[in-house]
């Protein structure tokens, strides 16, 4: 185990979680991160979404599924892919990649946490599901390198070539700082994907100044999305799937879900605002923290992308 510079110094927020994550599900597998960043299903091929296809570039293929994309992504980039999950829990998607044998000697595995999870604490349910679908995965061979740090400031010992975020949004003090984080840790070319089951991008917020209320299409992560276009850094994103017969919702930047954007060369990203108030949730009403940002003079993006 190796410690994030900061950890120690969030002793409130590991108090927050430790209560928070009790009762939470933290052992996702690799097929549920799949269809919580695809928002497609390998048993439903006829899903597609925008995520799908602009995932499909890697090797070109038609992947809706993270192992291919995996496998796809060290074929074009010729190097064993770093993964990088942030919020792993028990990091058993980690696990079960690193266990496939198409992936062997390609993928290099680090989870972030502020927990360092043992398996032998998941449950009955959770062992039992584990060992008849991937018996390999609770071997300690493929367990990833496990970092015990606060992801907004976590530095990884190396870029990554892909970063996961996956039902974790919802319970950061600072979402945006986040983005930034990560997106600054991974290679060129290199992918971060954000998902929840439920759309996070409209739980962020600017504090509304008196008699000002903003358009959906004004709040910060629309702002992003239009920041990342204007710099030419390709993105996708959308909360829900094509139907069954191939129509397309309207997908929008203040309701999705699934956020994956791709790293440019010679880019890094540049946090333009601070965090004003961070909302609990009222009991009951799951688990959304609502951050509210410093509302912005002008119509800048609360990120700016910066050229190195
Ligand atoms: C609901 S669990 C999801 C775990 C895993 N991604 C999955 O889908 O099974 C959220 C995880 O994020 C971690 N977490 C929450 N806030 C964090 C923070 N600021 N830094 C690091 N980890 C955090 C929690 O400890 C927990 O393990």
Redesign the pocket.
């Known amino acids: 185990m190796e410690f994030g510079r900061d950890v120690l110094n969030t002793p409130e927020?590991i108090a927050e979680?430790a209560e928070v994550?009790a009762g939470?599900?933290?052992?996702?597998s690799l097929e549920w991160?799949g269809e919580e960043i695809f928002l497609a299903s390998e048993k439903t091929q006829v899903h597609r979404s925008p995520v799908t296809e602009f995932l499909g570039q890697f090797a070109n293929r038609d992947n809706v599924r993270l192992d291919l994309m995996l496998q796809g992504m060290y074929e074009d980039f010729e190097e064993p892919i770093h993964w990088a999950?942030?919020?792993?829990?028990?990091g058993?998607?980690l696990r079960q990649a690193a266990a496939k044998p198409e992936l062997a000697g390609k993928l290099q595995t680090t989870g972030?946490?502020?927990?360092d999870?043992n398996i032998a604490d998941l449950s009955r349910k959770e062992k039992l599901f584990f060992r008849l679908s991937s018996p390999a995965c609770m071997s300690k061979g493929y367990a990833p390198r496990q970092l015990q740090?606060?992801?907004?400031t976590v530095q990884l010992p190396e870029p990554a070539h892909f970063i996961s975020a996956?039902?974790?949004v919802q319970?950061?003090?600072n979402p945006l700082a986040c983005i930034v984080n990560w997106y600054n840790q991974l290679t060129d070319h290199g992918i971060l994907a954000i998902a929840t089951e439920n759309p996070w991008t409209g739980s962020i917020y600017y504090k509304d100044k008196p008699g000002h209320r903003l358009m959906k299409s004004n709040l910060p992560i629309p702002r992003v999305i239009q920041e990342l276009s204007l710099h030419a850094i390709d993105f996708a994103f959308a909360d829900q799937s094509d139907d069954y017969l191939g129509n397309r919702p309207q997908a929008d930047a203040w309701d999705a879900s699934s956020l994956v954007i791709q790293k440019a060369p010679g880019t890094r990203l540049e946090l333009d605002t601070e965090v004003v108030s961070v909302g609990m949730p009222a009991p009951g009403f799951g688990f959304f923290k609502s951050v509210r940002y410093k509302a912005p003079e002008t119509s800048d993006s609360p990120i700016r992308v910066v050229r190195q």
């Open positions: 927020l979680q994550q939470m599900q933290r052992a996702r991160y999950d942030m919020g792993d829990g028990y058993m998607a972030i946490d502020l927990f999870l740090a606060n992801v907004e996956i039902e974790l319970y950061l003090d």
